[in-house]
Antibody
């Protein structure tokens, strides 16, 4: 059973950078699949942020692309999210997940999510 | 405004059959497969249906999915109280080169 666990600060000041890490257990990121970030503002729906493949190739949501960086560390079996110049609109629960590609593009394993609040 | 359109709410009584629609465009549902997620309050979404109509191991066969042109549907038969949750459709969008989600449908079991 693949397990994912998000970690990072729960409070970020406006204009600063949000940084989260997703640790993967019981599956080696080097073995394949895509690894993604999804967020959910309080009381709202899901928004895809972006994906990364083991090679380091990435896809980002166009609406966030200028502020997002997703990276992977296969030696630690984890991947990370950085979102800069945050505002209150970036307050959300952030989920990491494994994505099956190959024309299917579904997220089959999810982390529990971590709430990040943007506030001074 | 979500790229995929779902009704904000749906309801049914125990034992009833309920369907949730998901409308998209040629760049997403029209070109790629549709996936459905179930989410209970305070928890992570769970994959319910993938590749239009496939159920992951452990998902009851009361849940089924279908797709036609640029629309998709999730059907739940024999509705149970524990099915009360939020349901999201999703698909890859070739124009955006990314995943798009529906706005979600809150299912209430009366």
């Amino acid at each position: 059973q693949v397990q994912l666990q998000e970690s990072g600060p729960g409070l970020v000041k406006p204009s600063e950078t949000l940084s989260l890490t997703c640790a993967v257990s019981d599956y080696s990121i080097s073995s394949g699949f895509f690894w993604g970030w999804i967020r959910q503002p309080p009381g709202k729906g899901l928004e895809w942020i972006g994906n990364i493949y083991r090679s380091g190739s990435t896809d980002y949501n166009p609406s966030l692309k200028s502020r997002v960086t997703i990276s992977v560390d296969t030696s630690k079996n984890q991947f990370s999210l950085k979102l800069n110049s945050v505002t209150a609109a970036d307050t959300a629960v952030y989920f990491c997940a494994r994505m099956n590609g190959g024309n299917f593009y579904y997220f089959d394993y999810w982390g529990q999510g971590t709430l990040v609040t943007v506030s001074s | 405004q979500s790229a995929l359109t779902q009704p904000p709410s749906a309801s049914g009584t125990p034992g009833q059959r309920v369907t949730i629609s998901c409308s998209g465009s040629s760049s997403n549902i029209g070109s790629n497969t549709v996936n459905w997620y179930q989410q209970f309050p305070g928890t992570a979404p769970k994959l319910l249906i993938y590749s239009n109509n496939q159920r992951p191991s452990g998902v009851p066969d009361r849940f089924s999915g279908s797709k036609s042109d640029t629309s998709a549907s999730l059907a739940i038969s024999g509705l149970q109280s524990e099915d009360e949750a939020d349901y999201y459709c999703a698909a890859w969008d070739d124009s955006l080169n990314g995943v798009v989600f529906g706005g979600g449908t809150k299912l209430t079991v009366l």
